[in-house]
Nanobody
Framework: QVMLVESGGGLVQPGGSLKLSCAAATSFFSFVPMGWYRQAPGKERELVAG??????NYTDSAKGRFTISRDDAKKMVYLQMNSLKPNDTGVYYC?????????WGQGTQVTVSS
C-alpha cells in the first residue's frame, strides 16, 4: 500500500511558484513530524523543510521562499514554493521527519527552467 502520495509538481519558469501536496493514507502521519525532501539530478536526496506540531525547519536555500504546512484533519502536508530558481529542480518527496525508508513514494517532479 502506498502510504504517501505527492502531487503538484510541474514545469515553471524562474521566479514562478508551485504548491506541492502530500496525501497520507492513514492518520498515523497526522501525529508525527513530516518533511519535504528533494533529490536533484545526480545528487542525494536532502531535506528541504520539516514541520512538527510546534516548529518548522528550513534549509538555508528554502528560507524566505518556501513554506511548509499541514492539515492533520485532511491528512495533508503542503509545500508552497515561491521565487523558484533553476537549482530547485528535482524530484520532491514527502516522508516523516526524519525519514523512514519504507515510506518513500514516487515523488513529484519540479523543473524550473526558462
Amino acid at each position: 500500500q502506498v502510504m504517501l502520495v505527492e502531487s503538484g509538481g510541474g514545469l515553471v519558469q524562474p521566479g514562478g511558484s508551485l504548491k506541492l501536496s502530500c496525501a497520507a493514507a492513514t492518520s498515523f502521519f497526522s501525529f508525527v513530524p513530516m518533511g519535504w525532501y528533494r533529490q536533484a539530478p545526480g545528487k542525494e536526496r536532502e531535506l528541504v523543510a520539516g514541520i512538527s506540531h510546534t516548529d518548522t525547519n528550513y534549509t538555508d536555500s528554502a528560507k524566505g521562499r518556501f513554506t511548509i504546512s499541514r492539515d492533520d484533519a485532511k491528512k495533508m502536508v503542503y509545500l508552497q514554493m515561491n521565487s523558484l530558481k533553476p537549482n530547485d529542480t528535482g524530484v520532491y518527496y514527502c516522508n516523516m521527519w526524519p525519514p523512514r525508508r519504507c515510506f518513500w513514494g514516487q515523488g513529484t517532479q519540479v523543473t524550473v527552467s526558462s
